[in-house]
């Protein structure tokens, strides 16, 4: 696995115009049911995260196909579920998975609509939550809400740890990576704010 992720890292390193694309194949494959669990994205995009403080990846066009990577793999997931129902949950490839689909469901079934906005951030239900939501029945409307702002957050929450190292140890480029720590907390504020105003509303005599 080391030497892929080495292999991949060069090949993103030397082929800048296709950066943006292989980083958005790796979010989506991370996102995806099943197959998350084998693509190692988060490296990475912790490397690439370098490439754009260095000035090597530029930075809007690797979020765009981050954020687009992540968006529908998480989609993709949610209709396998609602599509299949729940004998997607108990198929073969999953499974030396049980106990981490068990933790999905029951986390899902407490938390719903926040369940599928921090999920993403919990590395063994990331690819899981959004089929058992299908699964579940969640509205579709309140999935894709969660599941955008949750990329908003998760993609460039993967890339900022590697950018803000190079940026920090370039003395020139000191205030670009304090600005960007600022639009990172306005932007985790605002996102909270959004979330617990949707779940309020969410209906008390329901658990979807």
Same mark, same amino acid.
């Given at each position: 696995?080391?030497?892929l992720?080495?292999?991949?890292?060069?090949?993103?390193?030397?082929?800048s115009?296709?950066?943006?694309?292989l980083?958005?194949?790796? @979010? %989506?494959?991370?996102?995806? %049911?099943?197959?998350?669990?084998?693509?190692?994205?988060?490296?990475?995009?912790?490397?690439?995260?370098?490439?754009?403080?260095?000035?090597?990846?530029? *930075?809007?066009? @690797?979020?765009?196909?981050?954020?687009?990577?992540?968006?529908?793999g998480?989609?993709?997931?949610?209709?396998?579920?609602?599509?299949?129902?729940p004998?997607?949950?108990?198929c073969?490839?999953?499974?030396? &998975?049980? +106990?981490?689909i068990?933790?999905? +469901?029951?986390?899902?079934?407490?938390?719903?609509?926040?369940?599928?906005?921090?999920?993403?951030?919990?590395?063994?239900?990331?690819? @899981?939550?959004?089929?058992v939501?299908?699964?579940?029945? *969640?509205?579709?409307?309140r %999935? &894709?809400?969660?599941?955008?702002?949750?990329?908003? %957050?998760?993609?460039?929450?993967?890339?900022?740890?590697g950018?803000?190292a190079?940026?920090?140890? &370039?003395?020139s480029?000191? @205030?670009?990576?304090?600005?960007?720590?600022?639009?990172?907390?306005?932007?985790?504020?605002f996102?909270l704010?959004i979330?617990?105003v949707?779940?309020r509303?969410?209906?008390?005599?329901? +658990?979807?």
């Open positions: 696995m080391e030497a992720i080495a292999q991949a890292a060069d090949f993103i390193r030397d082929n115009q296709w950066a943006g694309l980083i958005g194949l790796l @979010t %989506f494959g991370e996102s995806m %049911f099943i197959i998350g669990v084998l693509i190692p994205a988060t490296a990475l995009l912790l490397m690439a995260g370098g490439l754009i403080g260095a000035g090597t990846l530029p *930075m809007f066009t @690797t979020l765009l196909w981050g954020y687009a990577g992540a968006i529908i998480d989609a993709l997931s949610y209709q396998i579920g609602k599509w299949m129902g004998s997607v949950l108990r073969r490839p999953l499974k030396n &998975q049980r +106990r981490n068990a933790k999905a +469901r029951l986390f899902f079934y407490r938390y719903g609509f926040l369940a599928v906005l921090v999920g993403r951030f919990l590395g063994p239900l990331r690819s @899981t939550v959004p089929t939501a299908g699964v579940m029945g *969640m509205p579709a409307f %999935f &894709q809400a969660a599941n955008i702002l949750s990329a908003i %957050f998760w993609v460039p929450g993967l890339l900022a740890p950018y803000l190079v940026q920090t140890a &370039q003395y480029n000191l @205030t670009q990576a304090q600005t960007l720590y600022s639009v990172i907390g306005l932007t985790v504020m996102g704010c979330s617990i949707v779940a509303r969410r209906p008390k005599n329901k +658990r979807k």
